[in-house]
């Protein structure tokens, strides 16, 4: 169900307010209106050991962006485009899964590894839209773990990304959006990840080259943007590939990951 937090951390559910966190729901919706005309105290408090699922349902398109990072590209010898072009590749929806599931290490991965990122997520529909109104077509900001297999990304025949990116469970997200008027500064947040207790990334999001609301004005030249749609804007140094060779998930590894007023997401990696 949807549900919001209060300012005690309870979750109220206000599925009396709006169908679902889900693009069907959120199209032509004022959610935030919508949540701020009732006393959130008088809806129904759900039990504090529910699951939390993914903190968006039926998921658009999850749009990934590469090298976003000036730390990232400096450390992989890569200049940023002078024209301010992207790389961009896409996540199915089937990788979705909430901030507590647990990270699959399928039959067929090899060298799992996990990247910390910043979430977008579209509130509006529109194409071709200007940097100066892609805020109107943000709803809010989440924690995304662009979660990869570098053996499928880096090591085969095939140069696309979709397989190194794209098993189930390699995009965890949440544990909730937080709505753009709660968040002071998006690109001015801290974010860290630590492996088993230790850490592994520590930047900010002040470190990306693009930030986020040039990146939904780029990829509307692409895409039609629709509620519901996911933007992951990238990770810096710190990933498993760059510790070393030994320091690939494996079963039993646990991974935290917080991002400054976003939440944080606990995952344990498991055998599928």
């Not at 979430?119 to 892609?134: E, H, L, N, P, R």
Request: with cysteine.
């Amino acid at each position: 169900m949807p549900a919001v937090i209060d300012a005690e951390g309870g979750i109220r559910d206000i599925s009396s307010l709006i169908e679902d966190l889900n693009p069907r729901g959120l199209e032509g919706v004022d959610i935030v209106g919508k949540i701020k005309s009732v006393d959130v105290k008088t809806l129904p408090l759900v039990k504090n050991n529910v699951r939390l699922g993914p903190c968006l349902d039926l998921v658009g398109k999850i749009m990934c962006i590469g090298y976003n990072s000036k730390l990232h590209a400096k450390q992989m010898g890569i200049k940023p485009s002078s024209s301010g072009d992207m790389v961009i590749f896409l996540k199915p929806s089937s990788a979705v899964t909430g901030p507590t599931d647990p990270i699959l290490y399928s039959k067929c991965v090899k060298k799992l590894d996990w990247e910390a990122e910043l979430g977008v997520v579209i509130g509006k529909t529109g194409k071709y839209i200007d940097t100066s109104k892609a805020r109107d077509h943000i709803l809010g900001y989440m924690c995304i773990n662009d979660v990869s297999d570098r053996y499928w990304q880096f090591e085969t025949d095939d140069k696309q990304y979709t397989k190194g990116k794209g098993l189930d469970s390699f995009a965890p997200i949440g544990p909730y959006i937080v709505t753009k008027d709660e968040v002071r500064d998006p690109n001015n947040l801290k974010v860290k990840l630590w492996v088993n207790g230790e850490l592994r990334q520590d930047f900010d999001t002040s470190d990306y080259i693009q930030n986020a609301d040039e990146v939904v004005s780029y990829l509307s030249e692409f895409f039609t943007l629709y509620p519901g749609d996911i933007i992951s804007m990238g990770s810096a140094p710190g990933n498993a590939k760059f510790w070393g060779e030994d320091k690939f998930l494996k079963p039993g590894d646990r991974v935290t990951f917080e991002i400054e007023s976003l939440g944080r997401q606990e995952q344990t990696v498991i055998k599928e």
